[in-house]
DNA sequence: TATGAATGAGGGTTCATTCAT
DNA sequence: AATGAATGAACCCTCATTCAT
């Protein structure tokens, strides 16, 4: 006789954030239960107690993988001469864009954006851990690019911002808002975009 | 002896409302209690219902509440010549972003994404109201911009999206990140940039 | 300009009790709302609160207006000679059967019955004012009858208890339960069939 | 050190039935509280969610049980011979009154009978699951003592109703109305009243 | 006399968390 | 390690009643 559960220590907190990420994203976080995550992870309540110290945890922990997943195939952002700027930034955007769209990804940012100025170990998390990762290091990337002159002097964080703003607010229309079904737009031409409106904007004309 | 209270029929929707943003942005939809917005415009639970059918159509209309004050105070857009776009964008800028950054205004943004996938009614009006009245607005236009040859040529909606994402991912940064506090932004640098990049992006330089 | 509203003091406690008793037969005490009677009598709640103490004194007050108009237009029972009692009974049950199914007293029954072990001051009234008025008056002429030796001697409270429950019994079946819609009977079968069994039950064959 | 509390789940269900027919029957549908019930069935709230769907659900449940220990009480109904019908007659009757004021049973009629009016569910119940089990049954065990000419042809549903009625009311002027304090009655004369009274009616004298 | 805005207590239900098994 | 029965706090909403107008 097949016992009715069997151990799975080493498995059993990926297919709870992963059971996690898609409740959450489906109901909210305060929507979603721990009974329905518990379900879809294939274990019982108890047992997320066992992983998790509590759904707040299990949510920071939720999203924390997403960022990692994203830190992790990020390439690193370098902005190298002026001759290929055009084709290397729209390569850049196009992978960046994709990356920012894989569905589990999406799904986190407006997560996070409900909830940050509420849980405030998740505001943590971002301020100590994530936000440095991102657009301190987009910012840094800039302010090279300027000191080398490829690309206009301009605030360099405020400039990060704009272009990350550029990307964030694609990911939100299409996915928080499912703009998607109503008003589709293709990968390529958003990243074409993007890259235009943005080198254009900050290239070096002088 | 004065009354242990008085009627305010004109004037309670409108307590309500702001106490409702108040908390709604505090707390978030779900940790916002109908007591604790009661309590802060000055009325009991049962009020709130003379004038509210529940919590969630209390929400949406807080939300309507603040895109109906937005579109009151946008002036119309309009994209005239060549010549002076330059200046003419970036007091637009600087005046629309003063406007998104009214702290009404700006707290209801992340409420609106925290809520907006999980939320049927709150899509619909987003969808069928709110969404209408400003980016087909701007695409529109832009669209007529382009026809008149002041701007490049490009995709309408993908531009007119991109502008809205570069001034939103600076309310969702300064307010919902609460990044003013780490690493705060003048507002007229924030236009400053946003104008230069956008204009230089799409100015017709043929 | 003719007035919002109009004095009415004479026509006002009818109006409403007509209204309560729709609206408790259609909804029961508890589902019944203030509210819901004041709109069905055509004021508003304040009102009813000018003719009666409360809800509870108001569903009393129904009630006992159906108690009284059956009492008004209850026959003086009497059993007079062998003879006719056939006839008589016969006639008699049919008119009583159609005063029972009056729809308006045919609905006081289950809310009195759903009730009367929650509402003290219910049982009181009826205990007090309107059992005397019925079983008592009924059981009081039938051992008349039973002693002139027109129907057999049996426990005179027992059996007018066990003639007024073939009578309540069709009313609560028919009303109460619905079931006119799913075995419908017609009423002067129902007469004829109490009639002749309570008949051949109590005639003194001695 | 002794537990918390411990775990029941075999017992629970009955436990929390019968809490709850006590509680209903104290205070009725809308006066009972879950929390009283859980209370008086030694529990928590909560608990009773896990094992009914609701208040209305609990109800439905509570009257299901004491339908179900009526119908398994319940003897075989059969008329079988004129010889020895009187004292068949008497002897079921006064068995069937004597299961018809279990404490328990009597407790759920006036219930059954409040709540009918207004909650869809129960009257389905009643009219698919337990009409059929107890005026149908007894309805054709009548139509077979006619067709055998046992008793005198009448419409066998009226008949079968007339009977019940006799019963019914019984239980309810004794339970209902509390008439016990009032005017008791012990149940061998009502037995023998009803027994004698629906004899007699409708023994066939042809 | 009539209105209806405002009150506020109360109850059904949910669900994160605990803990006996 | 895993289960799932049980807890109990919290919250939305209703509605009888009050009272300013």
Redesign the interface.
């Known amino acids: 006789m097949s016992p009715k559960w069997v151990r799975q220590p080493e498995a059993r907190p990926g297919q709870i954030l992963a059971a996690a990420l898609e409740e959450f994203?489906?109901?909210?976080?305060?929507?979603a239960t721990m009974e329905g995550i518990a379900r879809a992870a294939g274990v019982t309540k108890g047992t997320i107690y066992l992983y998790f110290a509590g759904k707040e945890a299990l949510f920071i922990a939720t999203l924390r993988a997403q960022v990692t997943a994203l830190a992790e195939l990020l390439p690193g952002l370098r902005i190298e001469a002026e001759a290929d700027l055009g084709d290397y930034a729209r390569t850049m955007a196009a992978r960046f864009l994709e990356l920012l769209m894989t569905p589990s990804i999406a799904k986190a940012a407006?997560l996070f954006?409900?909830?940050?100025?509420?849980m405030p170990a998740l505001?943590r998390a971002?301020?100590e851990e994530w936000?440095p990762q991102f657009s301190m290091k987009l910012a840094a990337a800039l302010e090279s690019a300027m000191a080398a002159g490829v690309i206009r002097r301009?605030?360099p964080?405020?400039?990060a911002?704009?272009l990350?703003?550029?990307?964030?607010?694609?990911v939100?229309?299409q996915e928080?808002?499912?703009?998607k079904t109503?008003?589709p737009?293709r990968l390529e031409?958003?990243a074409e975009?993007?890259t235009?409106?943005?080198?254009?904007?900050?290239?070096n004309?002088r």
């Open positions: 994203s489906r109901r909210g976080y305060r929507g407006p954006i409900g909830e940050i100025n509420h505001r971002y301020l936000m301009l605030d964080v405020i400039t911002r704009t990350m703003g550029m990307f964030t607010i694609f939100l229309t928080v808002f499912e703009a109503v008003t737009m031409d958003i975009t993007i235009t409106i943005f080198l254009e904007g900050v290239r004309t």
